[in-house]
């Protein structure tokens, strides 16, 4: 059994970004910034109390008699609480003979078109563990993309407004900087064993790599773009992050009505209407706060029974990020024609492509992952290179299309079609439904991301197990943690 280093590393950044926020708030108590200390502590609070209604979700507390464990949560305790009940399960493993274990077939990786399947025997400390790392892998998420990125955004600004570093700030934007690219690292790896439940993936040191440096340049990228362009336009920040959050926000929503799907009722079963629709609006801020950032792994999709698109669209990945691309230079591009000589101390022009060729930078780390790195490339029937060249011409077929060139002129656009001459062959109309459906086409990769696996433990370990975001308790399905 594995030792619980990511449920140790969680913790401690979680711990550490309270700590050193606790005491820049109080930094700027003493220096009268009770703007910078309401909105420092806004951005620590909130996650934290986010991170403990999680933990207490999927571990079914409030269904069990636990009050201290409850009270701990209240206190904002419960990560530490847990982590060392992790770290207790993991000592005890091998000192007690299991009375109960499950039995689990994993297939290994296809080698020669073949692959074959392997038996192995699940105690019931592993599958304790394995729910207190699925947990830990959701928080991280919470904690990074809902707390740990707007902190970061807001100390960067505060740095910029005042032109200085002080060791408080700085030591409180590294972590909260880790604690980003660990939380992205973490729901890329957790897409990918969940994706290929059925296979033993083994996620190799070059992919973890790859993701780091991947999700580094991405999201280190994107928040100098924002604080740069809120330094100098302060009022106009508003609608481009509120028109961000809300197109991520509105856009499963909106499928999910197009859809006609009745209203999903298997997040919890002891949770109504009310409670479910909350659960989903949580899902789907998280979902946004993501995207404001960084790509998501997780495409949610409501009106599937797991709550998540199981295809990874390639088409959608690269409109993505030619967008971002895009937003990214234009913002940068009103930086520079409005910014005042408050920034003369530095280059303006190199930091300009600095910034663009980072970002670029984060898109090449991206491809050499799931062209090389990815642990389950070999399943791949069609690579991601293939995916994104397609869509190229795709988009490249559709702007030659609508170009002047090929608009019909004079005359003929006053004359009316023969009946002989305008038959539209059915090649054409074959392409244009292609064209218009690009978003439902099929893809080779499919990240399933909501179906943790849990193992078959009698009684008091099944109150223990909760495997998806919705805690629901599945039997005999095997999952690589």
């Excluded at 199981?310 to 967008?323: E, F, G, I, P």
């Excluded at 943790?452 to 009698?458: G, L």
Aim: hydrophobic share 45%.
């Amino acid at each position: 059994m594995r030792l619980p280093s990511s449920i140790f590393v969680s913790v401690s950044l979680f711990t550490a970004e309270t700590t050193a926020a606790l005491y820049l708030s109080s930094t700027y108590r003493s220096a009268g910034d009770q703007i910078w200390q309401g909105l420092t502590l806004l951005f620590t609070l909130v996650p934290s109390v986010l991170v403990q209604l999680t933990l207490t979700f999927i571990h079914r507390d409030l269904s069990r008699d636990r009050p201290l464990i409850l009270l701990l949560h209240i206190l904002q305790l419960g990560p530490i609480v847990r982590c060392l009940e992790a770290f207790c399960i993991y000592g005890s493993v091998g000192r007690v003979e299991e009375p109960y274990v499950s039995i689990t077939r994993k297939k290994q990786m296809p080698r020669g078109g073949q692959s074959e399947e392997v038996e192995r025997q699940v105690g019931q400390a592993e599958g304790k563990l394995f729910t207190h790392r699925a947990a830990f892998a959701r928080t991280s998420v919470i904690q990074a993309f809902l707390g740990s990125a707007p902190q970061l955004t807001l100390q960067l600004y505060i740095c910029v407004l005042q032109q200085g570093v002080s060791i408080g700030r700085g030591t409180l934007m590294v972590i909260s900087l880790l604690s980003i690219v660990y939380g992205a690292l973490r729901c890329n790896i957790l897409a990918i064993k969940i994706k290929y439940d059925d296979y033993e993936v083994d996620v190799r040191p070059m992919a973890y790599l790859c993701i780091f440096l991947w999700r580094s340049f991405e999201i280190a990228t994107r928040v100098v773009v924002l604080v740069l362009f809120s330094s100098v336009l302060q009022l106009w920040i508003l609608p481009v992050v509120l028109l961000n959050f809300l197109v991520f926000f509105l856009y499963p929503w909106i499928l999910f009505w197009q859809s006609h799907s009745p209203f999903p009722e298997n997040i919890e079963k002891t949770l109504t209407r009310v409670g479910t629709t909350i659960v989903l609006c949580l899902l789907t801020f998280l979902y946004a706060g993501i995207n404001m950032f960084c790509w998501s792994a997780v495409q949610v999709k409501l009106n599937d029974p797991d709550l998540i698109n199981k295809s990874q669209n390639w088409y959608r990945m690269a409109v993505y990020y030619m967008l971002r691309f895009v937003e990214n230079a234009s913002l940068l591009l009103l930086w520079y024609i409005y910014k005042t000589d408050f920034y003369n101390f530095i280059c303006a022009p190199l930091l300009v492509l600095q910034l663009l060729v980072a970002y670029a930078i984060a898109i090449f780390f991206m491809l050499v992952f799931y062209q090389f790195c990815h642990p389950c490339r070999r399943l791949f029937s069609s690579s991601m290179t293939q995916g994104l060249w397609d869509c190229s011409s795709l988009l490249c077929l559709m702007c030659s299309s609508t170009s002047p060139q090929n608009r019909p002129m004079g005359k003929a656009v006053l004359e009316p079609p023969s009946p002989s001459t305008h038959k539209e062959p059915p090649g054409d109309r074959a392409h244009d439904t292609a064209s218009d459906t690009t978003d439902d086409m099929p893809n080779d990769t499919t990240y399933d991301m909501l179906n943790d696996t849990v193992y078959d433990i009698p009684t008091e370990t099944e109150d223990n197990i909760a495997g998806g975001i919705n805690g629901d308790i599945g039997h005999n399905v095997s999952c690589n943690a």
